[in-house]
């Protein structure tokens, strides 16, 4: 039978960590939760980088309310886990020894989901996707990817190109996971954004189950 549902979530925090590189207005190190409504919708839409979050890609991303547009099943529904916990950079022949088929929805776990990261200030230390990975996972038309960090790629411009080709792809992306506890395989993904226009992103709760063999 299917296993128990485990939070694979990090916490969303009042005071979101600095990124190197990461646009700060509005919702940085040391800023308080604001009083009025108003404007704590706008930290809302502009905090994208706190905690679990999904990104849409560029034709949905300033216009999540439109719920004819928004696949659920992007993020929900069956979502395979792999092991990278060797590798300091996910590369293409590493995802390829996983043989990505198209329309999956892959978890990658790295090293980053053992440090605790969502503790600390961040920085550019992480395991990260390169750009033959992105074009890897565009070629294979994967469905949605997610990540256990912050970012599935740096800050920096040669990381930006990573970043943008998987908008451009259409390839819905949940990062800030907690994978530490997720064992490798096969599982049931439940991970929906808030309902709310957002310039980078949006909030996300996210939970998997392993799912039992033959399913």
Not at 85 to 102: F, G, M, Q, T, W
Not at 109 to 121: C, F, G, I, L, V
Not at 167 to 189: C, P
Not at 197 to 211: D, M, N, Q, Y
Request: hydrophobic letters at 45%; one cysteine or more; a negative charge.
């Amino acid at each position: 039978m299917e296993g128990a549902w485990l939070d694979i979530s990090v916490p969303f925090g009042e005071e979101p960590p600095v990124i190197v590189g990461a646009p700060s207005e509005g919702a940085g190190e040391g800023a308080a939760f604001p009083d009025r409504t108003q404007d704590r919708v706008e930290w809302l839409r502009r905090a994208a980088w706190m905690g679990t979050y999904v990104t849409a890609p560029p034709s949905l991303e300033l216009d999540l309310e439109d719920t004819e547009r928004l696949p659920l099943n992007a993020t929900v529904g069956k979502a395979r886990v792999l092991l990278l916990d060797d590798v300091d950079c996910i590369r293409a022949d590493s995802l390829a020894d996983y043989e990505p088929r198209p329309g999956e929805r892959l978890l990658l776990r790295t090293r980053n989901s053992m440090r605790e990261w969502w503790k600390r200030p961040h920085g550019e230390d992480f395991v990260m996707l390169s750009e033959a990975a992105a074009h890897l996972l565009v070629e294979r038309r994967v469905a949605c990817v997610g990540v256990d960090y912050v970012s599935r790629a740096g800050f920096h411009s040669e990381a930006l190109a990573v970043h943008q080709l998987l908008r451009d792809a259409g390839l819905w992306l949940i990062e800030g996971l907690d994978l530490s506890e997720v064992k490798v395989g096969m599982h049931e993904l439940l991970c929906l954004p808030l309902k709310m226009k957002a310039e980078w992103g949006s909030p996300a709760r996210a939970l998997v189950r392993t799912l039992r063999e033959g399913v």
